[in-house]
């Protein structure tokens, strides 16, 4: 398909762009059929690009912590299960989150969340400084974890920019660069920033400071991304929903109908099966190393970070190969339910 232009009388005329800089199916909403990396284009490729990032950003302020378990637990004189505890309720608050805005995301955009989950997770980073008991760690972590429900709003993004062609690259390859922050958050936090800090004040004033760097990148991304993209190839959920374009969705609706799917549930399980073991590493990997192998805080961050670089390629590849078995095969082939 060619890249598509609008004419003058052409029913979709209401549309904020009148041409792309990419190829687009027009009986598919102008999703792209195509992905160009390199290209940062409004708005498919803009979209894109401010979704993986975004996601990278969520990945450096959700497990900015993990690096510096070391020197938290050493402070305040922290045990094991204290530790543990806090990794747990990091996940359990995004698992929560994330089936609420799932339904957020059907009635009001991907944009609008993303931005207020960005700008939210600031605040409890910013305070990390301030935890002087286990109890303060699980519950600054507990509001930290809060973020990750951005996975949705990256994915349902690109759902909505891409078509079925090049969707499961499309989602693989932001998902998997977002993911990547996890490996970068350890060498960024532990191996760089944590030394540098320590060279103006000690290790425990280091700690207690350094997340404020995430923390204010979260905030100036999350306003950034609200203003310079796109809800959807035809312009903001808002503006569609106004001109008669977009219908509106009920949230509850849309809750009920992909809870009472069963595939929602196979998925479910496959996902924590794979997720959960990344999500484990990324708390424990550089605890580990300090404790099992003596090494120090900014060593093992650099060793755990290795795990987080996988994302670089592994994901986009599963995305990749999907694509070929969908248009090989179709979807419902390789499917347990249709």
Known sequence: MLEHELQKGDPEEMNQYQKYSIKVDPNQDDKATEIRICNASRPHMRAFHCAWFGYFITFIVW??????????????????????????????????????????????????????????ASIPTACVGFVNSANGLIAVRFFIGIVGCTFVMCQFWCTRMFTKDVIGTANAVAGGWGNLGGGVTQLLMGSILFPLFKIAMSAEMAWRTVCIVPAVVSAIYGFTLYFISDDTPKGNYIELKKNGILPDVSASTSFYQGMLNLNTWILFIQYACCFGVELTMNNAAALYFVEVFDQTTESAAAIASIFGWMNLFARGLGGFCSDKLNSKFGTSKYSLLK
């Open 63 to 120: 497990f900015a912590i993990a690096p510096l378990l070391p020197e938290i637990k050493k402070s305040l004189n922290l045990s094991n299960n204290e530790i543990w505890t806090s990794n747990i309720v990091s996940v359990a608050s995004t698992i929560v989150m994330r089936i609420l805005v799932g339904p957020g995301c059907d009635k009001f955009g991907p944009r609008i969340l993303f931005s207020i989950a960005l700008i939210y």
